[in-house]
């Protein structure tokens, strides 16, 4: 069936719609990318699941000691830990000079990077 609608001639067929002229739009891609999109979307909410904000008490001893060796008088708003490489990583997130930042260390207390 053809129809004209605003300059531009619609095919619509049992497989989908085809609009002729610029623009080209089949069900089946849709469908496709609609697919895509719910896999990625997938990946990065899975992705995010791996923080897990902990209490200090389940913090390894040598990451609070190792944090309050580089970072005296902070205060620890939360700690959080995620999984690197097969690692767990301990997050600290803090306030110093009234701004919130965050420094990530290994179990054993080693400092990996500040951000």
Known sequence: MWRSDDSKMFN?????????GFYKIKKTEIMKKSILFGILFSIMIASCESHTEISEDKVPAAVVTAFQAKYPGATVTKW????????????????????????EFNADGSFIKEH
Do not use: L
């Not at 097969?86 to 930042?101: L, M, P, S």
């Open 80 to 103: 959080v830990t995620e999984k690197k490489d097969g690692q767990t990583i301990y997050e600290a997130v803090f306030k110093q000079n009234n701004e919130e930042e965050e420094a």
């Open 12 to 20: 619509t067929n049992t497989f989908g719609i085809e609009i002729v």
